[in-house]
Nanobody
Framework: VQLQASGGGLVQAGGSLRLSCSAS????????IAWFRQAPGKEREGVSS????????VYGDSVKGRFTISRDNTKDTVYLQMNSLKPEDTAVYYC???????????????????WGQGTQVTVSS
């Protein structure tokens, strides 16, 4: 199982970035995929999650209305469109996969067995 996160970078506050999470080595369309982030000195935070079919999504309170998660099962890729970025969005962003996650645990990092390496997002004020 491999997950590769990409698309991070440096952006000014109010700007946008789109992260991608490319997967290989497993039946991608059967898995729930999530994005997490971790800033220095802080706990890993659940950002967003999308069910295998793409029909159900969930967002952390801090990103609701600004971030959109989507997936393309034909390309084994999940995207995170991040708009109206704020300096507090600065973190390393990770994607993670799990085959079975109950709804209430979609943004809990312990629910996910497989992790990508992370991509840095820096938002300047």
């Amino acid at each position: 199982v491999q997950l590769q996160a990409s698309g991070g970078g440096l952006v000014q506050a109010g700007g946008s970035l789109r992260l991608s999470c490319s997967a290989s080595g497993f039946r991608f369309r059967d898995y729930t995929i999530a994005w997490f982030r971790q800033a220095p000195g802080k706990e890993r935070e659940g950002v967003s999650s999308i069910r295998s079919s793409g029909g159900s999504t969930v967002y952390g309170d801090s990103v609701k209305g600004r971030f959109t998660i989507s997936r393309d099962n034909t390309k084994d890729t999940v995207y995170l469109q991040m708009n109206s970025l704020k300096p507090e969005d600065t973190a390393v962003y990770y994607c993670a996969a799990s085959k079975t996650v109950i709804w209430s645990s979609l943004l809990r990092y312990l629910s996910y067995a497989y992790w990508g390496q992370g991509t840095q997002v820096t938002v300047s004020s």
